[in-house]
């Protein structure tokens, strides 16, 4: 009753500013988040080093610099604990939305696969999970976590053998996406993203890119229709091991995104901490036609901390409602921490990057774009800081009644509850 009230206060407001609030929710609703399932398990999935998944904790190897922290306990250790953590906090963030796997969460028990031989029949239960839930399902190849990946270079070795066994990885990975679109009657996204790089000054700079350009020319000669998968491609400016080097940086998947219409993923923790996700939208969706975005919170470093409402993330979604890319802009999420509860953390950061487009939603553009237009910029700078204390959470909390999830902090209750009779009792 005080919730529709105060959204009833809130909706007069905002129509002050000719917004209309029942359509901004109405167009939320149509937004799908992927939700990446390595916050569950610290990203050990359940085939992290190659062949069988005999059981027990996997041998991580490698991480490629990927590095949750903490040990809060109740981390999922199947696939089933994993399903059931997911499942539980989708029901917790008002929408429908998507579920981004790695190829480590293969159920290969049955059969026995290392990467380079992963197949869709790997997936049939996550396929079937996401059918029952009515969830779509993203992809990413797995470079990292396993023998071949132990020297720090994967797509990018200067060994034949090993550049081929992730070439393999990477076929078999889109062979898996394409299955799931299929399936499920919208695009898979599969991104790419590996680790390679130089931990000091390297000498050759130019070798391991010409390596990985010609290694992507090999994985994607095999034609994927698009209405099945959509590839991506992931950059990074340093990582744990490889600080003086990436190969895969932004600037060489961005040519190469352009060369070949791939889609490029901008991961929000993979620039320099002054640099602007939100300011490079328009530029390469001048040029490209989809984008893939891994929102996560760098704090000082690529730290993968949960995703908050932050100024950057608002100017984020600002730019994806302005800029009306809200059908080529896929909103994946992508981190990690281990030191909370992870049903928490998912359903934190999913709810973060929600309401930031919620706010986005409800901001009176037209009025903004006409002030600048004129050459108003008081007017405009005038406008833009009132706007940050209209009631946005008011909107918000009607959202979630509508889509049936608990409003306020009360879906924390929730998770408490799950947390003492199931997580806890993990052992
Ligand atoms: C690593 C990339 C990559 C990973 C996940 C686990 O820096 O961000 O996307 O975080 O694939
Ligand atoms: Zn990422």
Known sequence: MKIEKAYQLAREMYAGYGVDTANALKRLAGIRISLHCWQGDDIS???????????????RGNLG???????????????????????????????????????????????PADRDELAPDHFAAWVAWAR??????????????????????????????????????????????????????????????????????????????????????????????????????????????????????????????????????????????????????????????????????????????????????????????RGNYLQRVYIGLDFFDASINRIAAWVIGARAMLQALLIALVEPTDTLRQMELKGDFTARLALMEELKSLPFGAVWNYYCLQQDVPPNHAWMREVKAYETAVQFQRR
């Open 45 to 59: 999935g359940f085939s992290a080093r190659g062949g069988s998944s005999s059981g027990g904790e996997p041998s």
């Open 65 to 111: 610099g990927v590095l949750p922290t903490g040990n809060y306990p109740g981390k999922a250790r199947t696939p089933e604990e994993l399903r059931s953590d997911l499942a539980k906090a989708l029901g917790l963030i008002p929408g429908r939305h998507r579920v981004s796997l790695h190829s480590i969460y293969a159920e290969t028990k049955a059969r």
């Open 132 to 321: 029952t839930h009515k969830l779509g399902l993203d992809f990413n190849g797995t470079f990292f976590s396993h023998p071949l990946a132990e020297s720090g270079r994967t797509l990018s070795h200067p060994d034949r053998a090993v550049r081929r066994f992730w070439i393999d990885h990477a076929r078999a990975c889109r062979r898996i996406g394409a299955f799931m679109g299929r399936q499920q009657k919208t695009p898979c996204v599969t991104n790419i993203w590996v680790p390679d790089g130089s931990k000091d000054t390297p000498a050759d700079r130019k070798a391991p890119r010409e390596l990985l350009k010609q290694s992507l020319d090999e994985i994607f000669k095999e034609k994927c229709r698009p209405a099945h998968n959509l590839d991506s491609l992931e950059g990074k400016l340093f990582g744990l091991g490889s600080e003086a080097y990436v190969a895969g940086s932004h600037d060489f998947y961005l040519a190469y995104a352009v060369a070949h219409r791939k889609l490029l993923c901008m991961d929000t923790g993979h620039f320099h901490p002054t640099e602007s996700v939100a300011d490079k939208l328009t530029a390469v969706l001048s040029q490209l036609d989809q984008v893939l975005l891994h929102v996560s919170r760098g704090v000082r470093w690529d730290s993968d901390h949960v995703v908050t409402l932050t100024d950057d993330l608002r100017s984020l979604a600002e730019e994806i409602v």
